[in-house]
């Protein structure tokens, strides 16, 4: 499945219409209620399921037909509860060490590290759970859930504030609570971890020594962008926006603003508030529920694209709408940032980004149970250059024919690619309208045949391998 995405003009600067195209192209779909994407340094993307359980998608597009973990039986579900996050340990390939986050039994946020079997690496070990962190939720919902490596290799956590509505505790602004913040911890020491020596609050009898940020009201995805380094959150709005915020990893003692602004907006300036708001760290971008025509209620975070085979799209923020089904794209400009939207789709319920090992960007529809990969368009050649190209057979099983029926281009070179980017195969040519090539040797699944004609333009295909 591959569905073109028109962008349209959106948000800060209204004076220009964005011209870039994107493409998603299906990865794999059967998923139950998809919520993160993550890659463990090698060729397979592990997606984790609310319900307590992580699938592995192998390089072939094949998912496992057993789970890497299942823990459904531990955590409570429903709603915005379940399993939600996971991240791989910097040195994850010689300890096997991986952490997750969920709300267990008793609706509690729970940190775990678990270690991968040592002989199967497709499989975790379920009685190797090493319990990090509990943190009390008051409520049902705003768990945030996310957590990830920072560049400094301490383990980064985001925590909602607690749920309700209103942070009615005040508890994002409250230091003596863990919930509304991003947390820092040293997992590599300590029992069952220590506290960095430069948090922010540390040796401050009025604040808990894990804040790194505060002022947060449910963080939906957070990441760090691969080649600065920098911290990019989405937080999801109270009633009418929704923000990103990008600061660089290495910044404490951040105040997002919460519950006192929502956005830019002032909310509830009452309690724990500072009294200067130039004290606060604002989103550098926000949208609003009626942005644009179509209504949005939730916004899901992203990357900044770092990929090796996408590079136009290299420097974007990508980010979605859970509503709206649309996919925005933020770029900096002149020192300004805008947003632009794609047109929606509907039924995905946009719940997770992720990055495979080459940083290119993935995107999971909770709804539809799908994952896509996200394709640059303007990669793509005229639909005439498609028509004239032919593959066959497809599926193939032993050698796989193309045909260029085209009397002033010819086919210089033909690549094959799995489904995360990597190249299979790669063979150059001189200059001809006919190429044959092996493909006994490829594992059965999805692939992905790109040719080059002599112009340097691109065709691309996909591959179906019996």
Known sequence: MKS??????????LQFLFPQEIELELVSNGFDDPVVIRNAFDDRLFVVEQGGTIQIIQENGIVNTTPFLDIS????????RGLLGLAFHPNYTENGYFFVNYTNSSGDTVI?????????????????ENIILTIDQPFTNHNGGDLAFGP??????????????????????????LLGKVLRLDIDNGNPY??????????????????WAIGLRNPWRFSFDSETGDLWIADVGQNEIEEINNVSSLTPEINYGWRCYEGTSEYNTTGECPNNSEDLTFPIAEYTHTDSGLFKCSITGGYIHRGSEQTGLNGWYFFADYCSGEIGIL?????????????????????????DFNGELYIAGKQSGAIYKIIDASLSVDENQLKNLKFFPNPVQNKLNIVFENQTNYISEVRVFNLFGKPIVKTQVSNTTFVEISTEELPSGFYLAEVILNDGSKISKKLIKK
Do not use: K
Request: glycine share 14%.
């Open 4 to 13: 073109h995405l028109p962008s349209i003009l959106l948000l800060f600067s």
């Open 73 to 80: 039986s531990q955590i409570s579900g429903g709603g915005e």
């Open 112 to 128: 775990s590290r678990f270690t991968t079997n040592e002989t199967n690496p497709d499989l975790a070990d379920l009685d190797s």
């Open 152 to 177: 400094d290799g301490y383990l980064y956590i985001a925590t909602g504030d607690g749920g309700s509505g209103g942070d009615p505790g005040d508890r994002a602004q409250d230091l003596n609570e």
């Open 194 to 211: 220590s506290i960095p020596a430069d948090n922010p609050f540390v040796g401050n009898s009025n604040a808990l020594d894990e804040i």
């Open 331 to 355: 770029i900096e400009e002149d020192g300004v940032w805008n947003i632009t939207f794609t047109e929606p789709f509907s039924g995905n319920g946009w719940s997770s980004f992720g990055e």
